[in-house]
Every structure is written in C-alpha cells, then in structure tokens.
C-alpha cells in the first residue's frame, strides 16, 4: 500500500514540496491559508492530508486545489478534499473537460505494456497500481480560475499565476510563484522519472503526452524564477530559463 507519510521538504518561505508515489505536489501557505497544487494518486490521500498536518496546516484550512493537469496522480486526493473540507479544485478552462472525463488523454495499459523494456518500468508499474493508477477518477467539482488580478495572481493564498503550457495535456497548465521566485511545473518539464534514464530538466517520454511539449517550455523560459517545483523529480534551483535550455537539448 502506499505510504501515508510524505516526504515534505519546505523550498522556500511558504512554500513546500511534498512526494508520494512517485509523484509530486506542491503546498503554499499564507497565515493559516494553503493552496494545494495537484493531488498525488488516489492512494495518495492520506499522504496529501499528512503533509498539509506537517507544514502546520489542517486540511479544513485548504482553500483550494490547482490542477495542473487531470491525470490520475495528479489529481487522487480531488474527490476527498471536496467531501471531507469542502474543498474546490480550479484548473485550465480547456482542462475542465479532461477532469470532468469528457474525454480522456493519458497514456493507456497498451502504452504502457509496450514500454516495460524501460530500465525501471516493472516497480515502477507495480507501485503506482498500488496506488490507484488503474482507477477511474474523475473531478467533476473542476472548474476553471476565478478571475485574477491585473497582476494575473488568483487571490488564493501564496498568490499563485497560472502559466498556459498546453503540451503534455491540452489544457496543462504551470503555477508561478513570484513571491518565491519558484515555479510548479507540473509534467510540463520535470526532473526525474523510473522511466527516465539520468536525472536533471527533461521531458517525459513521448507516449505520456498529447501535445506540443517543446513548444509548451516558451512560456517558462520568460519566466523570473530560478526555482523548478516539478510534477516528478525533485526540486532544482537553477534559473527556469536554463532548465528550459536543457531540456530543449535533451531532446532526441
């Protein structure tokens, strides 16, 4: 079963990133106010309530749930944070379909099965199936941000931007944190992966995306942050625009 203690390591003031099983979220706190970026896998939830406990936090102080993106371990705790807190979950416009499971772009069994010649693929696939990957979850409660600022920030707590990165999902979308000079970007550029061989900015393997994903880093190059919060991997302080570059010249 996964584990329902996360690893929390605070990045910067207000701000923490939390891993579960093999994937990432992201805790922003203001006051006693947090803003949850993404949801880890269904089996994840318990991690996701115990890392808003240990950044001194209760679940019931969750404002809302960001979506970068509507694949199941990114969105997991959705469903709980809604029945339990109340919790409303925001995301892209053209994302809200995607959570909704108006239609569905995520890489399927046969994806998969075709990519167990990977280094690492079998744990990897026996771990996230523990942890939910196979389940059919939905977040019909999405919908898309409220308006924000002449700034572009929600008026959440920690002031988040979204950043429009449409490539690995239609509607994917990274978070900017300008107070923090960080940026949570999603599976839009990451920094680790069981299927990625070295570790450092790169793209996921090309079967878990259904867009433009080079084209999608334009957004982040132009950002001022020199602190990556990836959806996989562990955090990078290096300027966003140099981890841009790299990954642009890992692709093959």
Known sequence: MPSSSPHVTQVADGVWS??????NWVLLRDGSDVTLIDAGYPGDADAVEASVREIGARPEDVRALLITHAHVDH?????RLL??????????AVEVGHAHRDHLEQA???????????????????RIMRAGATKDVAVAHAQPFPAAGADGRLDLPGGPVPVATHGHTSG??????????????????????ALLRGTGPQLLPAFFNHGDVVAALD????????LVLPGHGDPLRRPIRD????ARGRVS
């Open 18 to 23: 939390a891993t579960g099983t093999d994937t």
């Open 75 to 79: 969105i997991g705790a959705a469903g």
């Open 83 to 92: 029945e339990r807190y109340g919790v409303p979950a925001y995301t892209d």
């Open 108 to 126: 399927n069994e046969r994806d998969v099965v075709r990519n167990l010649w990977r280094p690492g693929a079998l744990p990897w696939v026996l």
């Open 172 to 193: 994917h979308t990274a978070y900017w944190l300008p107070q923090a000079g960080a940026v949570a970007t999603g599976d839009g550029l990451v920094t680790a992966h």
């Open 219 to 226: 957004p982040l190059a132009a950002l001022d942050a020199d």
């Open 243 to 246: 981890a841009v570059a790299e």
